[in-house]
Nanobody
Framework: QVQLVESGGDLVQAGGSLRLSCAAS????????MGWYRQAPGKERELVAV???????NYADSAKGRFTISRGRAKNTVYLQMNSLKPEDTAKYYC?????????WGQGTQVTVSS
C-alpha cells in the first residue's frame, strides 16, 4: 500500500507564492507519473501538473508560466512551486501517484488566495 502526504497549503494574498510538497511512503514501486490535482468547492477535480520519471511535465493552461512541478531525487516526492497566485487558484490540492495497478491519492492540502 502507498500513502501520500501533502503539506504546504496556506492562506496567501494574491500575487504571493506557495510551495506544496508530497511524500510517498509504503510499498513504493515505480510511481509514475506523480502529479497535482485541485478541487474547488462545487467544481470537479482537475489536473494542475504531472511529472514523469523521465522528466516530462504537463501543465493545465491555468498553471502554465506560474507553477512549476518537480520531483525529488528519491523519486518518491513531488513538489509544486506556485507563483503569482490568484484568487481562482483557491482549492484543495491533491497529490496523485500512478502505481502499477492503481492510482493513489493524498488527503489534500488547502490553498486559499485572498484578493
Amino acid at each position: 500500500q502507498v500513502q501520500l502526504v501533502e503539506s504546504g497549503g496556506d492562506l496567501v494574498q494574491a500575487g504571493g507564492s506557495l510551495r506544496l510538497s508530497c511524500a510517498a511512503s509504503g510499498t513504493i514501486f515505480n510511481l509514475n507519473p506523480m502529479g497535482w490535482y485541485r478541487q474547488a468547492p462545487g467544481k470537479e477535480r482537475e489536473l494542475v501538473a504531472v511529472h514523469t520519471d523521465g522528466g516530462s511535465t504537463n501543465y493545465a493552461d491555468s498553471a502554465k508560466g506560474r507553477f512549476t512541478i518537480s520531483r525529488g531525487r528519491a523519486k518518491n516526492t513531488v513538489y509544486l512551486q506556485m507563483n503569482s497566485l490568484k484568487p481562482e487558484d483557491t482549492a484543495k490540492y491533491y497529490c496523485n501517484a500512478r502505481g502499477l495497478l492503481q492510482d493513489y491519492w493524498g488527503q489534500g492540502t488547502q490553498v486559499t488566495v485572498s484578493s
